[in-house]
């Protein structure tokens, strides 16, 4: 059964940092892995969308990495700024028959200015 | 172009009733996935409508039930409301080509069992 971690669960910074966000995923088996945003109460908005076939997408200050073989994905966000503040989500499209995403619990970043 | 729109953004129900959620795909979509998000918690994959059917399922009691209508728009129906649906949720679109492409999301919507 495939399970996503995200680690850390929060995360305070002051404005300027560079950062980085981890994802973990059980099963290596997987077509594409997609990063989200969250603002508080609100749905959620694709950040970038890594193909299996793929070991980066970049976005802006964003940059995603992929690690099929040892199941980790990272998001790295550059000169981070009070408006980047929310929950960061990280979700698998398994490889076996079916389409349903697998969300970890998300981190929840807030950068003080 | 319009993204998913999905209403009501919020809803209070009472235990043991029945709600109907709506969501319309970002246009070009054909396949709509419902999720339920709990407080502090991942969305859970609830099921996906494609061509008018149910093509998968998650884990969820047949309390929950759907409809994908021919202009690809669904419905989420919950019958026999418990305290524990209180929660976001989220509907989104994508192409049944569902190895290129991701999925988009709706703002979703609040609901409150009370």
């Known amino acids: 059964k495939q399970e996503v971690t995200q680690i850390p669960a929060a995360l305070s910074v002051p404005e300027g940092e560079n950062l980085v966000l981890n994802c973990s995923f059980t099963d290596s088996a997987i077509y594409n892995l997609q990063w989200f945003r969250q603002d508080p109460g609100k749905g959620l908005t694709s950040l970038l969308l890594i193909q299996s076939s793929q070991r980066e997408q970049t976005s802006g200050r964003l940059n995603a990495s992929l690690d099929k073989s040892s199941g980790r994905s990272t998001l790295y966000i550059a000169a981070s700024q009070p408006g980047d503040s929310a929950t960061y989500l990280c979700?698998?499209?398994?490889?076996?028959?079916?389409?349903?995403?697998?969300f970890g619990k998300g981190t929840t970043l807030s950068v003080s200015s | 172009d319009a993204g998913v729109t999905q209403s009501p953004t919020h809803l209070i129900k009472t235990r043991g009733q029945q709600v109907t959620l709506r969501c319309s795909p970002k246009s070009g979509h054909d396949t709509v996935s419902w999720y339920q998000q709990a407080l502090g918690q991942g969305p859970q994959f609830i099921f996906q409508?494609?061509?008018?059917?149910?093509?998968q399922r998650g884990n969820f009691p047949d309390r929950f039930s759907g409809h994908q209508f021919p202009n690809y728009s669904s419905e989420l129906n919950v019958n026999a409301l418990l305290l524990g649906d209180s929660a976001l949720y989220l509907c989104?679109?994508?192409?049944?080509?569902?190895?290129?492409?991701?999925?988009?999301f709706g703002s979703g919507t609040r609901l409150t069992v009370v």
């Open positions: 409508y494609y061509e008018e059917e149910e093509r």
């Open positions: 989104a679109s994508s192409l049944e080509d569902w190895v290129i492409g991701g999925y988009t």
């Open positions: 979700a698998v499209r398994p490889g076996q028959a079916g389409t349903a995403l697998i």
